[in-house]
């Protein structure tokens, strides 16, 4: 059974840091594209960030370039999403997404397989 186990959650001051780890089982995406998505209440789910399946290209939404990065570790089969400059509007659950594709994709729809999500809560 694939599954996607996203972990590093939790509530922080703005202006802080945190690093989210999406960790994979049942199968192995170290060829395929992976991303991070994600919803605050009342809000529709919103890309964040994704990565090629090599590590060697990333994309960013516009409101998280600068301040969050992406990154995969294949061995491990983990990716991390590295939060700094946190915001109150980052308040969200996070989502950890596997692409079927190599590539990095920013629509939800080019995703396969998803996690359960972790939620952030940044205070002012």
């Known amino acids: 059974q694939v599954q996607l186990v996203e972990s590093g959650g939790g509530l922080v001051q703005a202006g802080g840091s945190l690093r989210l780890s999406c960790t994979t089982s049942?199968?192995?995406?170290?060829?395929?594209?992976m991303g991070w998505f994600r919803q605050a209440p009342g809000k529709e789910r919103e890309f964040v960030a994704s990565?090629?399946?090599?590590?060697?290209?990333?994309y960013y939404a516009d409101s998280v370039k600068g301040r969050f990065t992406i990154s995969r570790d294949n061995g491990k089969n983990t990716v991390y999403l590295q939060m700094n400059s946190l915001k109150p509007e980052d308040t969200a659950v996070y989502y950890c997404?596997?692409?079927?594709?190599?590539?990095?994709?920013?629509?939800?729809?080019?995703?396969?397989?998803w996690g359960q999500g972790t939620q952030v809560t940044v205070s002012s």
């Open positions: 049942g199968r192995t995406f170290s060829n395929n594209g």
């Open positions: 997404a596997a692409s079927g594709g190599t590539g990095w994709y920013r629509t939800s729809w080019q995703y396969d397989y």
């Open positions: 990565i090629n399946w090599s590590g060697t290209s990333t």
